[in-house]
Nanobody, 124 residues
Framework: QVQLVESGGGLVQAGGSLRLSCAAS????????MGWVRQAPGKERAFVAG????????YYADSVKGRFTISRDNAKNTVYLQMNSLKPEDTAVYYC?????????????????WGQGTQVTVSS
């Protein structure tokens, strides 16, 4: 199993940047594909970004492509989400998730482990 703890959320003005971190417990972090999923008020959870086990493949939702960057440091058991050019519509709770299964990281069903979430609020 793996436990996930997000940090780095907060309040930022439109056009600003934030960097989310997700620290994972355990010594098998590198065996998990990782992803970030967000849930805006009144909406369902939606895929944001995903990354392969070694970090050599990344995937993004169209809404964040070119603005957000997912990365990981397997030596530190941490995955990151660098968010630039933030927009008010990026306001959401951001969840880190780990996948030990096959299947597209764009689907929530691929993830077996979730963090508690961190709030990101972008003011206009």
């Amino acid at each position: 199993q793996v436990q996930l703890v997000e940090s780095g959320g907060g309040l930022v003005q439109a056009g600003g940047s934030l960097r989310l971190s997700c620290a994972a417990s355990g010594r098998t972090f590198s065996t998990y594909r990782m992803g970030w999923v967000r849930q805006a008020p009144g909406k369902e959870r939606a895929f944001v970004a995903g990354i392969s086990r070694r970090g050599d493949n990344t995937y993004y939702a169209d809404s964040v492509k070119g603005r957000f960057t997912i990365s990981r440091d397997n030596a530190k058991n941490t995955v990151y989400l660098q968010m630039n050019s933030l927009k008010p519509e990026d306001t959401a709770v951001y969840y880190c998730a780990a996948s030990a299964m096959y299947g597209s990281l764009r689907l929530q069903s691929a993830y077996g482990y979730w963090g508690q979430g961190t709030q990101v609020t972008v003011s206009s």
